[in-house]
């Protein structure tokens, strides 16, 4: 809840007229307590992951044709009882792992210095902050992926992740409590080192759910992440790592490639995509830029 009663009162605290970001916020937030401000981070992951993958998964249930070229994997169909399954678990384990955690959290955020107030953060300081955070958790969750490959935790926790080699999009958050809500605390690792103001945690939440979904699609795009983000691994990797499952020591980065780059867990997949691309070099179609059809040679793993 904002200290002030009325613009002008902000604004002479300030010293500088609001910007429209700022207005827009204080009319929401001036008289919502801090701890509904928190719980938004809640409802936004809800949002996403009830939205983002949606417009990709009634596509592939009713016009699948159209987007096969794309297809990672252009085996395997997944019938529509199987979406709503994993949407219905994710959902569940998700708030009585997750959501439950994050309603107990808002004292410690509240201690360690989110703020809520004006100014709102620039726009650097927003994508630094947000870089930090990502790079933070990629790295926390690697460790993490590592210890639930293995034999203990794939049987006791991990396999449930891993109980379709094709993802969809909203197996994302389909998974066991345990493997949502240890990498979850994770994710709050950079908030917690670097404390931010709570639109940027929303922004974070929102963000790395759109990631998560992005790296479970099973569809290689033209204008997917990957082609365009540094290091970002993207569904073409991910995919492979599900696609090997118990057995897979490979691709374990959340995000990004450097980790299992760093210390070599990315060997299987340079192998096979190696190989694929071997394989193919003798098509007709295959051209000078190591391309088959106009899309480059390791988009599929099937």
Known sequence: MLPYATIVEAEAALGRNLTFLEVIWFRYSSRMPDYLLY????????????????????????????ISPFKIQPKVRHP???????????????????GLFQ???????????????????????????????????????????????????????????????????????????????????????????????????WLFGSL?????????????????PTKFVPFYGGAIYHDYHHSVGYHSQSNFGAFFTYCDYLYGTDKGYRYRKALLAKLKAPSSNYNEEGQTHGFKNDRKFD
Request: glycine letters at 6%; a negative charge.
């Open 39 to 66: 719980y938004h981070s809640i409802l936004c992951i809800f949002v996403v992951f009830t939205l983002a993958p949606l417009p990709l998964a009634l596509i592939e249930l009713g016009l699948p044709a159209s």
């Open 80 to 98: 529509p009882t199987l979406f709503f399954h994993c949407y219905k678990e994710a959902m569940r384990t998700f708030i009585l792992s997750v």
């Open 103 to 201: 309603f107990t959290c808002y004292p410690v955020f509240k201690f360690v210095g989110i703020r809520t107030g004006l100014p709102l953060p620039s726009f650097w300081e927003t994508a630094l902050q947000l870089l930090v955070y990502f790079l933070v958790e990629d790295y926390l969750n690697y460790w993490l992926h590592r210890l639930l490959h293995t034999k203990w935790g794939y049987e006791k926790i991990h396999y449930i992740h891993h109980e379709y080699a094709a993802p969809i999009g909203f197996q994302a958050l389909y998974a066991h409590w345990g493997d949502l809500l240890f990498p979850g605390i994770a994710a709050f690792a950079g908030p917690v080192l670097a404390p931010c103001h709570v639109v940027i945690l």
């Open 208 to 224: 790395r759910e759109l990631a998560s979904i992005e790296c479970h699609t099973g569809y290689d795009f033209p204008w997917s």
